[in-house]
């Protein structure tokens, strides 16, 4: 696989798994007031999914990284700002679930 293909793999896993986060921090929000075991167990599941999209996005930094001290020219800034873009849209799921986890304090 090529490094860019591999970079948007490992972007696109990493959404799914923010997604999932984000799925069961709502779950684990809705069982709070009711089912405190519940609202953990969901609560975990998230952190563990943000743990996934953490590992995901920390290898295709390596990646990009990789690829920009090997490869030059124009693809390579393309392919820069491409990652840069992903990034930024990884971090910023990743910010707006770690808000949703603080508002749980479990």
């Known amino acids: 696989m090529h490094a860019i293909e591999a970079i948007e793999k490992m972007y696109e896993k990493s959404m799914d798994e923010l997604h999932g986060a984000k799925k069961y921090a709502k779950m684990a929000m809705g069982w709070k007031p009711t089912n405190a075991v519940y609202a953990k167990m969901y609560a975990d599941m998230s952190n563990d999914e943000m ?56």
């Open 51 to 106: 743990k996934h999209a953490t590992m995901l996005r920390d290898a295709a930094a390596k990646e990009a990284e990789k690829y920009k001290a090997d490869e030059s020219g124009e693809h390579v800034r393309a392919m820069s700002t491409r990652w840069n873009k992903m990034y930024t849209d990884i971090t910023d799921k990743m910010a707006r679930i770690k808000t949703m986890h603080s508002s749980m304090a479990m």
